[in-house]
């Protein structure tokens, strides 16, 4: 089996070789990139890279102006690394399309874990489900979701929750289980990740965003009998 390529962008050479080491025990293929202007280059190159451990301070061109061109051609998985551990960066990285967020310094082994869990959720996991409700049909084999059969693009974090609301159409779900089934980790962030992404979610399912509800002090309900959300 080919392994899936993962790419490492970080200024720091002690850091990259830290991660390839523990990713390669995984049995991936690490890619390295020592700045955002070597990152775009490889990955436009490559075209087959299966996730991105993206640094946020970098020379040339930092993490966020990399997410930025990236996420204008694809929606590969990006991990952002940061040494800050600052709330305004971590809605930034949401607002840009990054998929998990990590503060320096981290655990090797528990970077890996969440790159595990961020492909296996994505399309190399091999699901051929398809499910629908209310005129949403989420395709997992293709990672496409299509609206009264318009398609939509949605970053792969919001594909995965709108996956979880339909599978679980009908079902209070909180906070907590929400964070557990789609991020597959446990989080110590707080409930304001889980609300980004269902408010940029909603907005782009036009009339369609009213079927995910608000249940108050306690997290949401996709409805898809319901009237307008709260």
Request: aromatic share 8%; proline share 3%; with cysteine.
């Amino acid at each position: 089996m080919e392994k899936l390529k993962v790419m490492i962008v970080d200024d720091e050479d002690r850091m990259r070789k830290l991660v390839r080491d523990f990713l390669e025990r995984q049995n991936y293929e690490v890619i390295e990139a020592a700045d955002g202007e070597e990152a775009i280059d490889i990955f436009f190159k490559m075209k087959d890279i299966s996730l991105i451990l993206l640094d946020v301070m970098m020379p040339k061109m930092d993490g966020w102006q990399v997410c930025r061109e990236i996420r204008q051609y694809s929606q590969v998985p990006i991990i952002m690394l940061t040494a800050r551990a600052d709330e305004r960066d971590e809605l930034l990285g949401f607002d840009l399309g990054v998929d998990e967020y990590i503060s320096k310094p981290f655990s090797p082994k528990i970077l890996v874990a969440r790159v595990d869990a961020v492909l296996r959720r994505s399309g190399h996991a091999g699901s051929e489900d398809v499910v629908e409700a209310a005129g949403i049909r989420v395709d997992k084999t293709a990672h496409q979701v299509t609206i009264d059969g318009k398609p939509i693009e949605l970053s792969f974090k919001e594909f995965e929750l709108l996956s979880y609301f339909v599978e679980n159409k009908g079902i209070a779900l909180s906070r907590e289980k929400i964070l557990n089934a789609v991020w597959n980790y446990d989080y110590y962030g707080d409930a304001r990740t889980i609300d980004t992404h269902v408010k940029k979610l909603r907005s782009k399912m036009g009339d369609k965003g009213n079927l995910i509800k608000t249940i108050w002090g306690m997290g949401y309900k996709f409805d898809p009998d319901g009237a307008e959300a709260k």
